[in-house]
């Protein structure tokens, strides 16, 4: 399987930050990358598909980039609504593979 | 609109089966197919498997062939997501997500349902 790996497992910031989150891939998947956002208790939310593609309704602070083997999701303005667990995953293989998240907590 | 409506909260002893249902309305059920995904108390996301509603092709993630099993009922866009032999550490809330390949999964899952919690416990 694919192994997909996140940076960092956890981050600290503030309202209006810029924010930058990793997604690594063992091996190439093209853009073959999905971003989901999580709260607690909530089934996860997809932000961005093909690596780059902005899904219908998201904010447009909300972009990600990269192909092959390295990803990253920004957030270009942290707003209150962007606290949550954000996850990567590759569908590059028949075998799906999701990253391990990234908790954006408030500092 | 789309939405996806699991079945319960389910308490299962180990070696017993579990079958989550997730029906579907707001859209043409057979124009996409079905994705599992399953989150065990504070872990992450792992894919579990994917069913065309169009003609019923599966695709099971390996760690789980043969214990798991993935149905559809057009007739009430309801898909079925059964999983046997259960032990502790299948204890997760499981999703269903609307993937958008029909024939072939497309990968990724833009509506998913409010989730189950299955608990195994003896």
């Known amino acids: 399987d694919i192994q997909m790996t996140q940076s960092p497992s956890t981050l600290s910031a503030s309202v209006g930050d810029r924010v930058t989150i990793t997604c690594r891939a063992s091996?190439?998947?093209?853009?073959?990358l999905a971003w989901y956002q999580q709260k607690p208790g909530k089934a996860p939310k997809l932000l961005i598909y093909k690596a780059s593609s902005l899904e219908s309704g998201v904010p447009s602070r909300f972009s990600g980039s990269g192909s092959g083997t390295e990803f990253t999701l920004t957030i270009s303005s942290l707003q209150p609504d962007d606290f949550a667990t954000y996850y990567c995953q590759q569908y590059n293989s028949y075998s799906l593979t999701f990253g391990g998240g990234t908790k954006v907590e408030i500092k | 609109q789309v939405q996806l409506v699991q079945s319960g909260a389910e308490v299962k002893k180990p070696g017993a089966s579990v079958k989550v249902s997730c029906k579907a309305s707001g859209y043409t059920f057979t124009s996409y197919g079905i994705s599992w995904v399953r989150q065990a108390p504070g872990q992450g996301l792992e894919w579990m498997g994917w069913i065309s509603a169009y003609n019923g092709n599966t695709n099971y993630a390996q760690k789980l062939q043969g214990r798991v099993t993935m149905t559809t009922d057009t007739s009430t866009s309801t898909a079925y997501m059964e999983l046997r032999s259960l032990r502790s550490d299948d204890t997760a809330v499981y999703y269903c997500a609307r993937d958008w390949g029909a024939v072939d999964s497309s990968g990724y899952y833009d509506y998913w349902g409010q989730g189950t919690l299955v608990t195994v416990s003896s």
């Open positions: 091996q190439s998947i093209s853009s073959w």
